[in-house]
């Protein structure tokens, strides 16, 4: 009997000590998990904007009557990624939280003859900040579609 109870007196403060390092353990999963989680769930919005920004390339019509022409299509299709719309209205908030248009690129692949064959879209420059670390996106997400629009070299961007 004298036995257990000195037993018991060594290990009295063990179950603190326990608790503790299980609880440490415990915090560092979860905050993993939900840093994990949150990045991916960013991750697969900024998937969406891009597969719709693309498909809506991919459809538009390619007009290039000058350069401006041009970069007024890139910027409804950035547009487009961004807010879900090729012209927005002021103050619309972006599908994805702190998404610019200056953080998509639009590259159009062009054949021989000068005609558009595929568009690539992708995220440039894009800063998840997650609750224990930040995570950096750039060329990633990115999509690459067959240009299937209509080809206007003549005509001008409305």
């Known amino acids: 009997m004298r036995f257990i109870g000195q037993r018991r007196a060594r290990q009295r403060g063990h179950a603190m000590i326990e608790l503790a390092v299980s609880a440490a353990v415990m915090v560092s999963c979860v905050a993993g998990t939900v840093q994990f989680g949150y990045t991916f769930y960013v991750y697969n919005q900024l998937v969406t904007a891009v597969g719709n920004g693309g498909r809506y390339a991919a ?6 009557a000058g350069s401006r022409d041009i970069e007024k299509g890139k ?6 990624v961004v807010f879900g719309d090729s012209r927005p209205a002021t103050g619309v908030a972006p599908q994805v939280a702190y998404l610019k248009p200056e953080q998509v690129q639009v590259d159009w692949v062009m054949d021989e003859s ?14 998840v900040d997650a609750a224990f670390g930040m995570f950096r996106f750039t060329g990633k997400p990115a999509v690459e579609y067959p240009f299937v629009g209509r080809f206007a070299p003549s005509e001008s961007e409305p």
Do not use: C, H, L
């Open 114 to 127: 000068g005609k558009p064959a595929a568009v690539n879209v992708s995220i440039i420059d894009y800063t």
């Open 59 to 64: 459809m538009r019509t390619y007009r290039a």
């Open 75 to 80: 910027e409804a299709i950035r547009n487009m």
